[in-house]
Structures are given as C-alpha cells and as structure tokens.
C-alpha cells in the first residue's frame, strides 16, 4: 500500500544538471554527488553557518566617527584601514589616535621654557582677517619690501643699523654666507663647529652656501693670533671670521677663547651666530633687574656694540617671537644679504612678520609682560608655591614641592632655574596624556613633577580636575 503523501516525508531527486540540489537519496545506480555548502539564506534559523560576513559599510563606519572631530576624508581613511585590520569594532580607537596626531593645544608641564618638541616660545597668534601693507609704500602708492616695517623695528630694537629676517636661524646662516663668502674662505674656531637639531652641522650648511671652511685652533682653545694667520694669508682669501655661540653645549676646563671685540680689530667682517636670541642683557622690559641665569648668555645689543657687523639670532627662543632668523647689523651687509636669490627662498610669510612686528613693539614699548615667555620666565617661586598650595588645598592633598625649570630650546644647557610645583608618587604621565587637552608633565625617579613654571595661571583649574581624576591621587584625596 502506497504511504499517504500527507504524512510521509518529502522525497527530493538530486537535479543532475543542478549541481547544487542538495542530494536528498543518492540513487544506488550513480555515483555520489558531492556535499555542497548550502546558501546561508536559505538556512532555516538558528542553523550555524560558515559564511564570512560581509564587512561594513565604510561611509557608514566614516560616518559613525563624527565625534572625534575628523573630517570627512580623514574618516573615511580611519574606517578604511579598521576595516583592513579586521579591528571595525574599535574603529573609535583608531579615530582617537589619529586625532591625536593632529595638531592641537597642550599643557607644558615640564618645566622646559623652550620646549622644541612643544613648539618653544608660546605665542598667541590673532589676525583679522583683513589685507595689510605688507609689500606696498602707503606713502607713494607704489609697490614695497615686505622688510622694511619689521626690518625698520627689529633694528631699533636691537640697536642696529638694519635688519631683515628670514624662516629660520640656520636660514639666516645660509644666507649669510651665500650673500658675503661664496667661494672664499670663513674662519671658525674650532670648537665652536656645532651641530643643531635635526643633525644639521655648521659645516654642511657653509659647505651648502658656497663658502669655504677655515677652521681655526683647537677644540679648546683659540688665540687671537689663530685668527689673524689665516687673515692675513692671501691664499685663504678670508671673506668673515663666524662667531657661533655654543649655545647647546660648554667646553670647561683648560680652555681659551677670543671675544667680538678682539675678533673686531683684525679686519674681516665679524658675524656673530649668537642663536638664543637674547636682545639686551640688560632686560629693561622687565619690572626689576635681570634674572641671573642669563648672566652668561650673549645678547644682541651687546654684541653689536662690541664690534660685530652683523648678529644672527632666532626668533622663538630668548626672543620670545615666532619662529624665524634675523639678520641684523651694517646697513651695507644686510641689503647685500636682501639682494641674494636665496633672501627670497628663505623669506617669511606675512603671519609670521606680523608676530615678530607686534613682538617687538613689546620690547620696544618695554612691555615684558605682553610676552609670553617673559611672563614665565619673571614668575617668582613664591608665586608658584601659593599656585601648588591652592590646588593642594582644592585636592586635599600634599603635593606641594620645589622644583627646577630650565630654559630648553637649545639655550643654557646648564643652566637651572628655581621653580615651585606638585610631585606625584608614580608615573601617570602617560594618562595626563591621554587627556582630551593633554597633560605633558616630566618623570624623575618613576615619580611625576608638574612644574607650574610652564603651566599659564588660567590652567590650574583644569589642572586640578584632572590630577583629581587620577587613582593615585584621588585616592590620597579621599583618605
């Protein structure tokens, strides 16, 4: 008897032409056919599947990263190498890092003035949106220098017939020797061959220039008579005697030098690469005498009276300005150094003379306090202990301790300047990083020091909040 269709099961054929008719009942007479994969979609539900997902949309994931802040182009390369990386799950991981590797504002708690790696001088930087003279003489209507009004300030300040600037210190040496030496010989003493940031020597940038090396003395020790036999050999053919100051390093010891002023009496021009940039050892902008860590270090106004013709100095270091190379001195030296094809390589743009200009009308309205850096550098550590109290006392906590600054930036290495600020016992350098403004504090002896010498008055606040987040000091907090 026949089974009732009803209730017996569904008997499948395998559709030999089908290859992906599953094979219900193999018929003795054929062979096999082989088990193929189903497709997902018409697995019944809850049945487990194999089948790779899909990956995501990357509009959708780009899109899903809007609050970190990026723009669209920038999310959509985050989400496309999440998605790469088989990471899309964390993909606002990878959008915060790359965040992070923007440029953004931080907090200098370090202690380092002059922090190369935090953009050294602090500066405020606001212009209208509106044209300026920059290249035009109001009073002919014609077209002028961009260097004249800067030029015209720089060298009033520092004491100087002329001045001209360009993007960089080691730029302002470039041009130097391109304008004033090429193919003829510069003396320099021995030790004071220094090499910058970066790697850059002051032997390459001479043997970029054109100009030919003479190298003077002995690392530690240069007389006088050094100088003046190479001047006077006409085989050398001396174009400028270069004074560099050693200004990221000493030689102590058994050691000779020769001063501007005695370098000024063999005849050669005397370019004096002071770097650091201090205008006047006097600081008559500031509100009291000078501080007594700048006794050693050579300053423009000074040079320049003790014989040099020309002194080369940066911008964003003792200066306090952005960053740029100025050239200042004899009138004669520093249109020869404008005329060169490299002046116009080299020359700023207009943001950057618009910092320097209303940098130095501070100086010359003697107006410290309009500098950022000054500002810093003249707080007493009185004033920077009652800061550490007051947020000790926000805290509940005792993290008031002495501390060093220093001036950074490549100036007075050995110097250390008295400061005030808070010690934490451990390590938490890398979550006040982390912070949404970061926090970039120094590590001594696996303890933390916030050095309030660097950190602006109207940050202790955020300051405080974020120490007080902080499990190794919320905790001492709350005992």
Not at 21 to 30: G, H, L, R, S, V
Not at 68 to 93: F, N, T, Y
Not at 265 to 276: E, L, Q
């Amino acid at each position: 008897m026949d089974p009732d269709p009803a209730t017996s099961p569904i008997r499948q054929e395998a559709d030999p032409t089908n290859p992906s008719t599953p094979n219900q009942e193999a018929d003795p007479q054929t062979p096999p056919v082989p088990n193929q994969e189903a497709d997902p979609t018409t697995r019944s539900a809850g049945q487990e599947t194999d089948a790779p997902q899909r990956p995501p949309s990357v509009d959708k994931l780009a899109r899903s990263l809007s609050s970190h802040g990026l723009p669209h182009p920038l999310a959509v390369a985050v989400a496309r190498q999440a998605i790469a990386d088989g990471a899309a799950e964390v993909a606002d991981d990878y959008a915060r890092r790359r965040r992070r590797q923007m440029i953004t504002e931080v907090i200098n708690a370090t202690g380092v003035m002059l922090h190369t790696n935090l953009g050294r001088a602090p500066l405020p930087v606001s212009v209208p949106a509106r044209y300026t003279n920059l290249e035009l003489d109001l009073e002919t209507g014609s077209r002028g220098s961009r260097q004249k009004a800067v030029g015209d300030v720089l060298a009033a300040a520092c004491g100087a017939e002329a001045a001209m600037v360009v993007n960089n210190c080691a730029g302002a040496v470039l041009l130097t020797l391109a304008a004033l030496a090429t193919n003829r010989g510069v003396a320099v003493g021995r030790g004071e061959m220094v090499e910058i940031g970066g790697g850059f020597r002051i032997p390459d940038v001479m043997n970029q220039s054109g100009a030919r090396l003479v190298e003077v003395g002995t690392t530690n020790r240069s007389r006088l008579s050094d100088y003046s036999n190479v001047a006077e050999d006409p085989a050398i053919d001396l174009a400028m005697i270069l004074k560099v100051h050693r200004s990221n390093y000493r030689i102590v010891g058994f050691t000779e030098d020769v001063s501007v002023t005695e370098l000024a009496t063999i005849g050669p021009p005397v370019v004096a690469d002071i770097g650091s940039g201090l205008l006047d050892s006097t600081c008559p902008w500031l509100n009291g005498p000078p501080p007594g860590w700048l006794a050693e270090e050579p300053a423009v106004r000074q040079t320049l009276a003790g014989g040099a013709d020309l002194v080369l100095f940066s911008g964003d270091k003792l200066f306090g300005g952005p960053q740029a190379g100025i050239i200042a001195g004899r009138a004669d030296l520093v249109a020869t150094c404008g005329r060169h094809p490299l002046a116009r390589a080299l020359r700023p743009g207009s943001l950057v003379l618009h910092a320097l200009h209303e940098t130095t009308l501070a100086y010359l309205h003697r107006r410290g306090g309009d500098i950022p850096f000054w500002a810093m550098a003249a707080r007493t550590p009185d004033e920077l202990r009652r800061r550490a109290d007051a947020i000790d006392s926000e805290l509940g906590t005792a993290l008031s301790t002495p501390c060093d600054s220093v001036p950074g930036g490549g100036t007075l290495p050995t110097v250390t300047v008295a400061s005030h600020g808070l010690r934490i016992s451990a390590d938490v350098s890398e979550p006040l990083r982390e912070l949404d403004r970061p926090i970039v504090a120094r590590v001594e002896d696996g303890n933390t020091i916030i050095d309030l010498r660097t950190v602006d008055p109207g940050d202790d606040a955020y300051l405080t909040s974020a120490l007080a987040r902080l499990p190794s000091v919320g905790a001492k907090a709350g005992s």
